[in-house]
């Protein structure tokens, strides 16, 4: 089992949709959780940081289950310009990333 | 947050040449990182760039075909060694600030990305 699973992509969404993505770690010890997002032939940029009460910004929510060990960002109204991959970051003693998901959004 | 600058910011290679990254950042840093980050993959951390020591290498990673220095606290270098089309990757280098609620938050620079040829 991978350290940190990303729902496989693409998610191929038209605008104004809501689209939602998870992503299971298996160390329970981990201790930070972050959403970075990457755009094509860019570098990945921290989209938002995920608490343990979940937090919202704007049109995004991320939220932790620390019980069954995932995260999820939920994107709501998406636009043009969301299209672009989503990364999982697990911290704890290492930092692990997700192999990301892969998001289109559609006029 | 932090700037981060890499170059070169893409380059063609011939196989079995070798390639330097340089990683500026806007101030003063302990630690950098470097990781890879090959076509369709997930990004993978190849070292710890110590100031005033060697490099601290993950498993899969060996000194003598990434070396690397870090001659002060604001900057960096990565070398890409005897280069195959294997090694055709993004190369990011990266550092971590602390962020308001969560800890230490990882900040990229804008990505070398190296063909091999």
């Known amino acids: 089992r991978k350290e940190v699973e990303q729902d496989p992509g693409p998610f191929n969404v038209p605008e104004g949709a809501t689209v939602a993505f998870n992503c299971t770690y298996s160390?329970?010890?981990?201790?930070?959780f972050f959403w970075y997002r990457q755009d094509c032939r860019k570098e990945p940029k921290l989209l938002m940081s995920v608490y343990s009460s979940g937090n919202e910004d704007g049109r995004f929510t991320a939220q932790l289950n620390r019980a069954s060990q995932y995260i999820s960002l939920l994107i709501r109204d998406s636009k043009l310009s969301d299209s672009a991959t989503y990364l999982c970051?697990?911290?704890?003693?290492?930092?692990?990333f997700g192999a990301g998901t892969r998001l289109f959004v559609k006029a | 947050s932090a700037v981060i600058s890499q170059k070169p910011s893409r380059d063609i290679c011939q196989r079995g040449t070798s390639l330097t990254i340089q990683c500026q950042v806007d101030?003063?840093?302990?630690?950098m990182f470097w990781y890879r980050q090959q076509p369709g993959q997930s990004l993978t951390l190849i070292a710890t760039?110590?100031?005033?020591?060697?490099?601290?290498?993950e498993s899969g990673f060996v000194i003598d075909k990434f070396p690397i220095s870090r001659p002060n606290l604001t900057f960096s270098t990565l070398t890409v060694s005897n280069m195959s089309p294997e090694d055709s990757s993004i190369y990011l280098c990266?550092?971590?600030?602390?962020?308001?609620?969560?800890?230490?938050?990882?900040?990229f620079g804008e990505g070398s990305w190296l063909t091999v040829v």
């Open positions: 990266s550092v971590e600030r602390q962020g308001a609620n969560s800890g230490n938050t990882i900040y």
């Open positions: 760039a110590n100031q005033g020591s060697e490099a601290t290498y």
């Open positions: 970051v697990v911290r704890g003693f290492k930092t692990i």
């Open positions: 101030s003063q840093v302990t630690m």
């Open positions: 160390n329970s010890a981990s201790q930070s």
